[in-house]
């Protein structure tokens, strides 16, 4: 991997807010979203195994700054092997009525 350059891009008020709107629904800074956008607009030449390993790396790095943000925001931790439990719990109760 190359080093990291900076650029500076000037947005207007109603394209920043766009983005800004975009990257909260995907739990999300504005910064990381404009780095996925341009990886996703201008493929390079990594192998199927390269990419499919790039694109779950992402996606545990978006899942880990949304747990952050969850977190931050109040949010409760969930379990989710008791939400699954629940769930076959609740599907059992109504197959038995």
């Known amino acids: 991997m190359s080093a990291a350059t900076t650029i500076h891009v000037q947005l207007d008020a109603d ?13 999300m800074q504005p910064d990381r979203l404009v780095h996925d956008l341009i990886h996703a607009a201008f493929p390079d030449n990594e192998t199927d195994a390269e990419r499919t390993t790039r694109i779950g790396l992402d996606a545990l790095d978006r899942l880990a700054e949304l747990r ?29 009525r």
């Open 68 to 96: 952050a943000n969850l977190r931050r925001d109040g949010y409760p931790t969930v379990d989710v092997e008791q939400l699954v439990r629940d769930g076959r719990d609740e599907l059992d109760a109504r197959s038995m």
């Open 15 to 27: 394209d920043y807010d766009r983005l800004a709107a975009e990257a909260r629904r995907r739990g």
